[in-house]
């Protein structure tokens, strides 16, 4: 039988990366910008949005500043709403 219902983790990890392309559309950053940002490659850098769970924390903090992004807000802690 199939899986029918998505883990919370997964779920959680897909809505990182939904907040995170969510701030890179409204800003105009792409992928090359974010991995410059993230300072990791770029092949890393896609790696880390298929595999959010393998981001780490320095990562995460400049992705946020770059975004004007409080990193409570990517991490699903606080609210979407009112930012930039």
Not at 43 to 63: I, K, M, Q, Y
């Amino acid at each position: 039988m199939p899986r029918l219902r998505t883990p919370p983790s997964v779920r959680s990890d897909r809505e990182i990366v939904g907040r995170i392309k969510y701030g890179m559309a409204i800003n105009g950053y792409n992928n090359n910008e974010m991995a410059l940002t993230a300072r990791v490659s770029r092949s890393t850098w896609f790696d880390r949005l298929n595999h959010p769970e393998g981001f780490t924390l320095a990562e995460l903090r400049r992705v946020s500043q770059k975004l004007r992004m409080p990193l409570e807000v990517i991490l699903g802690v606080a609210p979407l709403e009112g930012v930039s």
